[in-house]
C-alpha cells in the first residue's frame, strides 16, 4: 500500500512526521507531492525524512498539471512525486 501526503502551507516538520508515522504504520512506500512553489519544499521535506530514516531511498518524477481557470483557457503548473520507500 502507498501513502500520498501532498505538500502545502504546514510546516515542514508536519510533513516529515508524517511520512515516519507512515512507514511506522507499516506502509510500504509513500509519495509525496507537490506542485508549482511547493516544489522545493517537497524536496526539503523528502530529505530532512532521510536524515530521519537512513534507509530510505528515492525515486522521482516529473510532470506538468493543466488547471483549467475561471475565465476560460488553461494554465500549466510543474509537478513532482518522490517516491519514498525503505529498503
Do not use: C, H, W
Request: no cysteine; charged share 30%; net charge positive.
Amino acid at each position: 500500500m502507498v501513502g500520498r501526503i501532498y505538500v502545502g502551507g504546514k510546516p515542514k516538520m508536519n510533513y516529515v512526521v508524517a511520512i515516519m508515522t507512515s512507514f511506522n504504520e507499516g506502509l510500504e512506500e509513500v509519495m509525496v507531492r507537490a506542485r508549482g512553489r511547493a516544489i522545493s519544499n517537497a524536496v526539503e521535506i523528502a530529505e530532512r525524512a532521510r536524515i530521519f530514516l537512513p534507509d530510505l531511498r528515492a525515486r522521482v518524477r516529473i510532470g506538468t498539471d493543466q488547471i483549467s481557470q475561471k475565465g476560460g483557457g488553461v494554465r500549466r503548473v510543474s509537478t513532482i512525486e518522490i517516491t519514498l520507500k525503505r529498503e
